[in-house]
């Protein structure tokens, strides 16, 4: 009922930046939140950040002060802006929604290696 899909990754040097987009369809008018997940080489999926219906956000830790996670309501569209990227942000990157569901896009890949 909710479809995602991802864009905006790829392989930048360390210190560089990169802006992803998470395009909403379906029954967006449910979704309750929105969050980035990244998953590097084995290891788990972990929470990024994460944006409410109603504007309030949340970081893990080891991104607060280099992402910011946003919403432009008029394109169904939450973006997450990556700035001074570290060879240790490399890894695909999961657009989530809740809804009556949860919602999960396809994934892109961001390598951050010189």
């Known amino acids: 009922q909710v479809q995602l899909v991802e864009s905006g990754g790829g392989l930048v040097q360390p210190g560089g930046s990169l802006r992803l987009s998470c395009a909403a369809s379906?029954?967006?008018?449910?979704?309750?939140?929105t969050g980035w997940y990244r998953q590097a080489p084995g290891k788990q999926r972990e929470l990024v950040a994460l944006?409410?219906?109603?504007?309030?956000?949340n970081y893990a830790e080891y991104v607060k002060g280099r992402f910011t996670i946003s919403r432009d309501n008029a394109k169904n569209t939450v973006y997450l802006q990556m700035d001074s990227l570290k060879p240790e942000d490399t890894a695909v990157y999961y657009c989530?929604?809740?809804?009556?569901?949860?919602?999960w896009g396809q994934g892109t890949q961001v390598t951050v290696s010189s």
């Open positions: 989530n929604a809740i809804s009556y569901y949860t919602y």
């Open positions: 379906g029954s967006i008018f449910s979704i309750k939140a």
């Open positions: 944006i409410t219906s109603g504007g309030n956000t």
